[in-house]
């Protein structure tokens, strides 16, 4: 059984930084891309950023984080990451990390399984 | 970046009624095209992706159709179980993006 399980959310000022983790289980992680997306409070889903399978040469990110987040993954710990730097109230959200449907690839195809989110608040 | 134009964004609906959302894409997706079923407090849940494929375990009441800029999620015989929020997702092209979302609930 597939599951994802978000932590590294929590309350932080404006300009400083978060590293959220994604921890897997049920799959062979490297075979996969994965991606982060977030929902805003009442809001609509957000596509974050991409990470491609094996070892992840291949990052896709929203413009508006483009040099301030970076995904990572690490597959012998069955672990993905986001590091989120010059974080903005704009930031602040539920961060989902989903497995990609397909297999072997770049990342794009549709995310199959989601975790519960982790919040993160950016405020002062 | 391809924009993705969800109708209606909210809709009324009656135990065994039958709705259509219509998502409109800014320009051809081909049939990069997916569903998503959010219910409150809940990660959004994959129904239906290359625009008609329903997803394994998904019941056969959920259908979608379309094309190229223009797609439609059908769900027959509504139970109180379908009351949610469904999204749509184009992955033609990154950057990915996500329909604004529609709300179905109870009459």
């Known amino acids: 059984q597939e599951q994802l399980v978000e932590s590294g959310g929590g309350v932080v000022q404006p300009g400083r930084s978060l590293k959220l983790s994604c921890e897997t289980s049920g799959f062979t992680l490297r075979h996969y891309a994965m991606h982060w997306v977030r929902q805003a409070p009442g809001k609509g889903l957000e596509w974050v950023a991409t990470i491609s399978s094996d070892d992840g040469i291949k990052t896709h990110y929203v413009e508006s984080v483009k040099g301030r987040f970076t995904i990572s993954r690490d597959n012998s710990k069955n672990t993905v990451f986001l590091q989120m730097n010059s974080l903005s109230p704009e930031d602040t959200a539920l961060y989902y990390c989903?497995?990609?449907?397909?297999?072997?690839?770049?990342?794009?195809?549709?995310?199959?399984?989601w975790g519960q989110g982790t919040l993160v608040t950016v405020s002062s | 970046d391809i924009q993705m134009t969800q109708s209606p964004s909210s809709l009324s609906a009656s135990i065994g009624d039958t709705v259509n959302i219509t998502c409109r894409a800014s320009?051809?997706?081909?049939?990069?095209l997916a569903w998503f079923q959010q219910k409150p407090g809940k990660a959004p849940k994959l129904l239906i992706y290359s625009t008609s494929s329903v997803r394994r375990g998904v019941p056969s009441k959920f259908s979608g159709r379309g094309s190229g800029t223009e797609f439609t999620l059908t769900v027959n015989n509504l139970q109180p179980e379908d009351f949610a929020i469904y999204h749509c997702?184009?992955?033609?092209?990154?950057?990915?993006?996500f329909g604004g979302g529609t709300k179905v609930d109870m009459k």
């Open positions: 997702q184009q992955y033609d092209t990154f950057p990915l993006t």
């Open positions: 989903a497995k990609d449907f397909l297999g072997y690839s770049d990342g794009n195809g549709p995310p199959d399984y």
């Open positions: 320009q051809d997706i081909r049939n990069f």
